[in-house]
């Protein structure tokens, strides 16, 4: 049950059949204070942006005629733009008249209503609060061979506001609907999913600008991945491994946005210097010139020639994936070996598989367009 000093009260106003001379000074007669009824079912949904949309079903008292009902919110941070009532009518008509929000409050809204009956009225009262909170958290233990993981998803519902939900249904983007008990200021750790023996593969990554390789746990959320039933939330993932003996040791923690299905997952380990990347330029030539009629050079194409050296100094082979940025304008010349992906319009994904203390070399070779200065390369 809510508090009573916080919570919804409900005033009732009753127009009287007056004769005419009492109904232009007393417009309205003043029936008394209700009792705060029974909330019936309390529906949360919880969205990105960190607000809840609140939807209370209660059951109103109302007389025939026109009623005035008055809903206040002490200390409970609702958008009052947001406040919206729906009457559900079994017999009889109901009729919103008007909706306002009294002088000086900014808790209380004013609905007037006309029934033709007397009546118990089921009404939904709806509207959003940024009381409720949520967030997830993801913990990744990593099997020793580190060809598979443990992935358990766990969302804490923090309840922020002076009201207690009984047998709240609780509603996070995706994923069932959660039944708890929620009293005011109270927080509740929850398991969402758990998925064990998820098939992962540890990826070395080069990226320009960046003088160390990458490394991450990298997975899809797809089916063969026994995910994929649903988009993962953002959230914090700490990441663990089994040692030999058993024991888990705390790799690190990175940080998973919001993922459709079928997209990538990628966890963070940090970087390491046991693979090697070393990024030359080797050579340019410049072709078709073109310039203004003083002679000064506007565009030109260019020839340009790159090799990326992978060294592997670790004592097991790895495969390596080595991102290349270019500008605008460009064209593969097909010397290239080996042949990369085109991931976008200006990023290159070339994939090597290395020996353990071997290396292998990317040669590029690249046409730039209607450049007028710098390189294809950026």
Known sequence: ??????????????????????????????????????????????????????????????????????????????????????????????????????????????????????????????????????????????????KSMSLEAKVTISNQTVEDYQNARIQLDVG???????????????????????????????????????????????????????????????????????????LGEDRIGYVPRGDEVKLYLGDTRDIEVKRKYISREQENVRRDKFGKIQAYDTKEHYQIVVKNHKSEDVKVNVFVRVRDYWELDNRTEPVPEKKDVNTLKFVVTISSGGEKTINLYVRGKNLTEGFVIQ
């Open 1 to 146: 049950m809510p508090r009573i000093i916080c919570g919804i009260i409900i005033t009732a106003l009753l127009i009287m059949s007056l004769p005419a001379p009492y109904f232009s000074a007393v417009s309205y007669a003043r029936v008394g204070l209700a009792t705060l009824p029974e909330r019936e079912q309390i529906l949360i949904k919880l969205n990105r942006s960190g607000n809840a949309l609140m939807q209370e079903k209660r059951i109103i008292t109302v007389k025939q005629g026109v009623n005035r009902l008055e809903f206040s919110w002490i200390n409970m941070n609702v958008d009052m733009n947001t406040v919206m009532i729906e009457p559900s009518v079994k017999t009889g008509k109901v009729t919103i008249l008007s909706m306002s929000i009294p002088p000086g409050s900014n808790d209380s809204i004013v609905w007037e209503v006309d029934s033709t009956d007397a009546m118990e009225l089921p009404v939904k009262i709806s509207y959003l609060t940024n009381g409720i909170r949520w967030k997830c958290d993801y913990v990744a233990t990593v099997a020793k061979d580190e």
């Open 176 to 250: 069932k609907m959660i039944e708890q008990n929620l009293r005011s200021q109270e927080s509740k750790m929850l398991d969402f999913f758990t998925t064990p023996n998820l098939p992962i593969e540890k990826s070395y990554t080069s990226e320009q600008g960046h003088d160390n390789t990458r490394v991450y746990y990298v997975f899809k959320n797809d089916e063969e991945h026994k995910l994929g039933k649903e988009m993962l939330l953002k959230g914090k993932a700490r990441l663990y491994r089994l040692d030999s003996k058993n024991k888990v040791t705390f």
